[in-house]
């Protein structure tokens, strides 16, 4: 009866496996900017009226310098006087209207030129502090034909940051003269930067790890750029065909090369990681980036236990996957008895621990200074509500000396689609879930399954959802 069932459903069913297994790491539209009016829509944008007081920039950033029409933003840069300035030019931001935590930063433009121009596409946190910035684009105006992608952290005044630039392979058509997209992918662990589509750099020190907003300006001057000269022509026009943002919907492993310690009296020894024992951030030893996880011994108390470890939800039937380096170098090597180990536990609504599984990855007799790979692949049991991944080392005897450094973990489900378990009775796959499945589909009511929206891409019901359930179902990807 229910295999005939389980038949008929899959014979109606309009499955495009090819579609499906495309859908996996999808980037889903979340905000764009198309300029479609005939003047700046202030629910996104808020224009600066401002003497913009750093880089010993010379322009008055005025609203009137900013207009919208034939479906373009336009911030046009002149050589009239305003506000105690020299220049008047145009910025505006999204501060406190739109606010994105990690995804893909796109903007096609035609960028303003000449000697003291400075158009900007970039990044700052919500929190309105300085450092961490991001810039997606940067130009200086005697150079048309480079942009620059920068990542900025430090604690002010004193900051740091890794610049790299893309430069044309012709001096005209330039970025100037054409329309080209300027973009980046920020994830957790790294910021790709793309021209055209071009990867050109990829930065994973410090990379930020809470929301942003955006900014498109033009800074007329400043230590920079230089400033304007008897060759500037004015005025220039910084011409915006588009701006959009994109993410990968679902949870994500935060911090997860151990790139930002905790903020200064929160208690943390790395940012989002829950800790215990002598774990810490470090700089000593790190595979990339600037920084790493240490943890270590005791050196006069009893020998103890140390960690960090961060919660990812979870359900019955997802296929979670662990990744990590390890090293323990020469001149802290490992002593006898201690371990270093890669754990994921599967924990209940409760915090209950239901499973675990354990990989050993430092010994004393682990060879030193090389990084060692960690991995580990595990199915979410029956009752989980929470995956749990753990980076653990053991003192095996008091003053057991030595420590084990962590770097670039990965870890989450293999797929952005919900369990096949839909109707979370541990039983999977089965023809239960997928009578539940189309019963939800047809809007009827069932408490203890997921939801419709199965592929977690924001849009149900629709077909992909049916096809990505198929799919997984028959042993493929989301």
Known sequence: MKKATLHSFLAGATVSLAAAAASAQTWVSVWAEEFNGTSLDTTSWTPLNIAWPYNDERQFYSPSAISVSN??????????????????????????????????????????????????????????????????????????????????????????YQTSPFQLGTVNPNFATTFNTFSCDWWPDRIDFYVNGNLYATHRSRVPQEPMYIIVNTAVGGFWPGYPDATTAFPQRFEIDWIRVSQVPGPKLMNPGFEWPGPAGSNQRVWYWQHWGNAEYSEALKLSGVGAAKMY??????????????????????????????????????????????????????????????????????????????????????????????????????????????????????????????????????????????????????????????????????????????????????
């Open 71 to 160: 479906g373009r933003g336009i911030i046009t840069s002149t050589n009239v006087p305003q506000g105690g300035r020299l220049y008047t030019s145009g910025r505006m931001d999204t501060n406190a209207k739109r606010e994105f935590l990690f995804g893909r930063f796109e903007m096609r433009a035609r960028l303003p030129r000449t000697q003291g121009m400075w158009p900007a596409f970039w990044l700052l946190p919500a929190a309105d502090q300085w450092p961490p910035e991001i810039d997606i684009m940067e130009m200086l105006g005697h150079e048309p034909n480079r942009v620059y992608g920068s990542n900025h952290w430090g604690n002010p005044p004193v900051s740091t």
């Open 297 to 478: 011994g005791n050196f006069n108390t009893p020998n103890n236990s140390s960690g960090f470890w961060q919660d990812m939800p979870a359900s019955s039937g997802q296929v979670f996957t662990a990744t990590a380096k390890a090293q323990t170098p020469s001149w802290d090597r490992m002593g006898a008895g201690n371990t270093a180990r890669l754990s994921i536990e599967f924990r209940g609504p409760t915090g209950n621990l239901i499973n675990s599984t354990s990989r050993t990855v430092l010994t004393s007799t682990t060879p030193a200074n090389t990084w060692q790979d960690a991995n580990a692949s595990v199915v979410a049991p029956s009752g989980a509500a929470t995956a749990r991944f753990v980076l653990s080392f053991t003192q095996g005897s008091q003053l057991s000396s030595g420590a084990a450094w962590w770097d670039d973990v990965t870890f989450g489900a293999e797929s952005d689609c919900d369990t096949i378990d839909f109707n979370r009775d541990g039983v999977f796959p089965a023809d239960d879930d997928v009578v539940q499945f189309f019963s939800v589909l047809a809007g009827g009511a069932c408490t203890a399954c997921g939801d419709i929206d199965f592929n977690n891409d924001g849009v149900f019901p629709d077909d992909q959802d049916i096809s990505d359930f198929f799919n997984v179902l028959a042993g493929g990807p989301c």
